[in-house]
């Protein structure tokens, strides 16, 4: 057999020799038959500091990501995995906003340029623009935010275990080691168990400093790790931000565009009783009096109606009403009033309301 055989055979022996050995040490601990080194406090507490660590970590990361992708499947999360493991970029996936946009604006286009059809367009435009501000807050939020999150569990949080892993077993070695050197009987054997003691406590103390070098970095990783939620929330408010105010823009054109639409629409053949009774009770006056002429002219009281405030609404000047969405108004026509006005009141006041801000009742 050669030499180089020969070191193998002893290297497995040896291994083998060493996981018999810390086995039985764990059992003779868990029997209370065997002494343990335990670790001071301050390390018990790095410890305990790490594992919350790796904890919480996970399920931010976990529930950041069901946020920023509320309704990715399976598929798409494998797909994306090993395109990260690959180094591709990721593709291109439209949200659920933007292809609702996409479609007012087919349908927008469909309808042509009627009013319903601009309205759409206008819609479908907001909608695909609050589609790109999703899909850009999602980049960012995950290349500043989940990204140094992975790479803390997947590097540091990974490393520490490892060297934990390693420090458990150089304790169980110098433990082993110790109990051998209390049995041992003769001189020959107890200088052997005492060499062992020594080179074991040498490699535990080496590998006990390296694990606790690495357990203090997590507190200054989590310095760091504050920068990155900054970073998350300042991408958070800038994207909802972009939304509101695109938003607001829209339902401001939304509602220009519905005042102008109902200026310009005929007035509706509504059906009025008071008119009509007054009406039927001219026409008798008129066939019993024959010094009334047929042509004669009746002159009523404008009718009175209540009706419902849809949007609020502020007065551009004393001769207008401010109103109150969802609030409830008597209005009705006056002579001379602009057709896209009727008169408002509430309470002691009155003035002109647009009828494009009001439902009748």
């Known amino acids: 057999m050669s030499e180089d055989a020969k070191q193998s055979v002893f290297n497995v022996t040896r291994g083998v020799l060493s996981t018999f ?3 039985r040490q764990m059992t003779e601990e868990k029997l209370g038959q065997s002494e343990r080194t335990d670790f001071d406090q301050n ?10 660590a790796r904890l919480w970590t996970e ?26 493991k690959l180094g ?52 960012t939020s995950v290349t500043r935010f ?48 005492d060499a062992d003691v020594r080179q074991c406590q040498n490699d535990f103390d080496r590998q006990y400093e390296l694990t606790k070098l690495m357990l203090e970095g997590v507190s200054k990783s989590q310095v760091s790790h504050i920068r990155n939620l900054q970073d998350f929330i300042e991408a958070q408010e800038s994207y909802h931000r972009s939304c509101a105010e695109q938003l607001q823009l829209l339902q401001q054109d939304l509602r220009r565009s519905f005042s102008a639409v109902n200026a310009t629409a005929p007035p509706a053949e509504n059906f009025d009783l008071a008119s009509a009774s007054a ?25 009175h109606r209540r009706a419902k405030v849809i949007y609020d609404y502020d007065a551009a000047n004393e001769q207008e009403l401010s109103l109150l969405a969802d609030e409830v108004i008597v209005v009705y026509n006056v002579s001379g009033l602009d057709s896209g006005y009727m008169m408002g009141e509430r309470g002691g006041e ?11 009742l």
């Open 59 to 84: 399920k931010i990361v976990r529930q950041t990501e069901q946020v920023l992708r509320p309704s990715a499947g399976s598929n798409e999360k494998i797909e994306d995995f090993v395109r990260g």
């Open 88 to 139: 591709r970029g990721l593709p291109t996936r439209y949200v659920p906003v933007e292809v609702l946009g996409q479609n007012m604006t087919a349908a927008g286009e469909e309808f042509g340029a009627i009013p319903f059809g601009r309205a759409l367009l206008k819609c479908g435009d907001t909608e695909t623009s609050l589609g790109g501000a999703e899909r850009d807050f999602v980049a």
């Open 146 to 193: 989940v990204t140094p999150l992975k790479n803390f569990l997947e590097e540091e949080i990974k490393s520490i275990q490892k060297e934990r892993s390693v420090l458990s077993r150089k304790r169980l070695d110098l433990d082993t080691a110790k109990a051998r050197q209390k049995r041992a009987k003769t001189t020959d054997r107890m200088q052997a168990a």
């Open 350 to 360: 009155k003035g002109r309301v647009p009828v494009a801000y009001i439902e009748l």
């Open 21 to 23: 050995n810390r086995a």
């Open 279 to 303: 009406c039927a009770a001219g026409s008798a006056s008129s066939s019993l009096s024959s010094d009334v002429t047929t042509t004669q002219t009746f002159s009523s009281a404008p009718v």
């Open 43 to 52: 390390f018990e507490n790095l410890s305990a500091r790490a594992d919350r």
